[in-house]
């Protein structure tokens, strides 16, 4: 029988990005940089009449497709911890968007859901952003927009399942 080792299991190398990798992490930062472009959120503001931060529109969203949620659940749906949920949850309750009540068949669980502004907010927010996507992609076929939908939604479903290391958030650059 061969001796037990303390040692980590092996890992495989990762292998060097390409040259593409490079490029697509480049154009995704810029994206990104975009998304978090407070212009925007200030025109978004204006046009559907709330404030609403980008993961306030994870949880209006979450909520309507669920209608009736709970923190933990709201948490799973968005891709977040539940605290972090809980904390985006509150500016949206005292913007009247969000409805908090004890749940139905437990006291103790706190089921969330939409008020009818918090809806009315909501499709104000998709049907104004729908408009600027569909003036950016204009001249983009259909079969170019569907297939950029299929390899966007490919890349969120992989980013959500790397592991994620809390040794390595903890360390220092």
Not at 48 to 72: P, Q
Not at 96 to 114: F, H, I, Q
Request: hydrophobic share 40%; with cysteine.
């Amino acid at each position: 029988m061969p001796p037990a080792s303390s040692a980590a299991p092996h890992k495989a190398p990762t292998p060097r990005p390409s040259s593409a990798d490079e490029a697509l992490e480049r154009a995704l930062e810029g994206l990104f940089r975009l998304g978090a472009n407070r212009r925007f959120d200030q025109h978004q503001a204006i046009a559907v009449g709330a404030v609403v931060t980008r993961a306030g529109y994870a949880v209006l969203r979450s909520l309507a497709d669920h209608e009736t949620l709970t923190v933990g659940g709201l948490a799973e749906a968005c891709a977040m911890d539940a605290a972090t949920a809980s904390r985006q949850v509150l500016p949206l309750v005292d913007e009247g968007l969000v409805e908090r009540r004890a749940g139905a068949e437990d006291a103790r669980r706190v089921e969330l859901s939409l008020t009818p502004r918090g809806r009315a907010v909501y499709d104000r927010i998709v049907d104004y952003r729908l408009g600027q996507l569909t003036g950016v992609l204009e001249s983009w076929s259909q079969r170019d927009r569907a297939r950029l939908a299929e390899l966007v939604s490919r890349l969120a479903r992989d980013l959500v399942g790397i592991p994620r290391d809390d040794a390595a958030t903890r360390r220092s650059p």
